[in-house]
């Protein structure tokens, strides 16, 4: 485990507002930021992995918080758990023949939500190579969004990636029911084959956990602050990790409990400043790492007419490319939010900066994105510098790497920025959902 602390620096942005008889400086302060983080981000946390216990534990503080703080439950349910189910495939045989030859089970990645599958040749499944030299990762991706049925034949060259694709989960909210895809490595040609397989198909409950604080005068209009507190759990050789690793646990501080973190520190605030005129809905996704499923869930259960603004909030625990007192907005120039927010923060040293990794089209990768391609002005506020995070999705990515003081002052910025969003003055423009890349 590290044991270096970075060194803390005082910021002096001028935030002051006062609440009722507080000031923000007092509610919003590296001792409950670092309270809540070393709860989220410690080992017994497990890295926070979906379905295993830790993911249940990590949910049952945020449910805890959300109680203390004095939230409302949404929509009237008896607790702040919003549940649904994934469906998981596992496997328990399989038997490829192509060509006449029994390829070794090792070599092979399967990924069916049928309970038994039987296919050759004949039946209507494609044959399909990437060769050396291809872009594997995107090839993957095309088949495995894809909806036929697929028998991938990959170049000995990637026999390194047979791990990592080995182990991605067999979990989705989608089963494409009729459809398999099977990757065989280290096999050119396929001229007839035959393959067999038995799946065990269950269905598995997760929860976002979802507080709300009514709107005074706009009840009906609503802002989302939201973070994921799923993460990558205990990581292992498959997976990368160096035999010798003496940490395996993926803390995950930075990505996100710091998300987690701030909307917690946000509803204590906005719960204490007790003036919002719409509703606010404080979220907090699961099953971000295996495709957003939490925040796809969340957001079909919205009106997205009715949500005024999304602020998601992803990895704010290290210091942007531009130093202390910043942060960027991904889809800057798809609506005028971040303009709003950088003029609610005239007179302070905090600025936002739009999304200096355009290339990553990070728009797209977060939580946000769901109800952004709805037209919401829903965007992600970061600071991790994604061209060089020394500690994203690795074992490292522990509290002791996280500035808290500079953390501390960006949810400051990000609760004095919105302010007139959830005061009800400012409403920002739509996203475009005909132009969205």
Same mark, same amino acid.
């Given at each position: +485990? ?21 000031? +923000? ?16 981000a410690a080992d017994d946390m497990q890295g926070r992995r979906t379905f295993t216990p830790a993911i249940d534990k990590a949910s049952a ?69 990437? =060769? ?12 495995? =969004? ?52 038995? =799946? ?114 992803? +990895? ?19 609506? =005028? ?48 510098? +994604? ?51």
């Amino acid at each position: +485990m590290k044991k270096s602390v970075l060194g803390f620096f005082a910021l002096s942005l001028g935030f002051s507002c006062a609440v009722e008889g507080q000031s +923000m400086d007092k509610i919003i302060t590296p001792k409950e930021v670092t309270r809540i983080e070393k709860i989220l981000a410690a080992d017994d946390m497990q890295g926070r992995r979906t379905f295993t216990p830790a993911i249940d534990k990590a949910s049952a503080f945020i449910e805890s918080e959300f109680k203390r703080i004095g939230l409302q439950t949404y929509n009237g349910t008896p607790n702040f758990r919003q549940e649904f189910f994934m469906t998981e495939s596992k496997a328990v045989s399989s038997k490829i023949v192509i060509d006449g030859k029994e390829i070794d089970n090792a070599k092979v990645v399967a990924f069916s939500y049928q309970s038994q599958v039987s296919l050759t040749e004949k039946n209507d499944i494609s044959v399909v190579k990437i =060769n050396k030299g291809d872009n594997i990762g995107q090839k993957f991706n095309e088949y495995y =969004n894809g909806t036929k049925s697929v028998l991938v034949l990959v170049d000995a060259s990637f026999n390194a990636v047979l791990a990592d694709i080995k182990h991605i989960d067999r979990i989705t909210a989608d089963p494409k029911e009729n459809t398999v895809l099977l990757f065989v490595f280290g096999v050119s040609d396929a001229t007839t084959f035959s393959i067999d397989l038995k =799946n065990k198909i269950s269905k598995k409950a997760l929860n976002n956990v979802v507080g709300v604080l009514p709107g005074k005068s706009k009840p009906d209009e609503y802002v989302i602050f939201s973070g994921h507190y799923d993460h990558l759990g205990v990581g292992s050789p498959e997976e990368g990790m160096p035999h010798n690793a003496t940490d395996s646990i993926y803390n995950g501080a930075n990505d996100d409990a710091a998300g987690t973190t701030a909307v917690i520190m946000l509803a204590n605030y906005f719960k204490k400043l007790n003036n919002n005129e719409r509703t606010i809905i404080f979220t907090t996704f699961v099953a971000e790492e295996l495709g957003g499923y939490g925040a796809k869930y969340f957001s079909k259960q919205m009106v997205p007419a009715k949500v005024i603004a999304m602020f998601n909030l992803e +990895m704010i625990g290290t210091e942007s490319k531009w130093g202390k007192n910043s942060a960027y907005i991904t889809g800057y120039e798809k609506t =005028n939010m971040g303009a709003i927010l950088q003029k609610n923060l005239e007179g302070t040293a905090f600025k936002f900066y739009p999304d200096p990794y355009p290339e990553q089209q990070l728009f797209y990768r977060s939580d946000n994105a769901t109800l952004a391609k709805l037209g919401v002005p829903a965007h992600t506020i970061s600071t991790s510098k +994604m061209d060089s995070e020394p500690n994203y999705h690795t074992a490292d990515d522990e509290i002791e790497t996280l500035d808290i003081d500079n953390m501390t002052e960006i949810i400051k910025a990000i609760a004095l920025s919105s302010s007139s969003i959830i005061s009800g003055k400012d409403a920002p423009t739509r996203v475009d959902t005909t132009q969205l890349r």
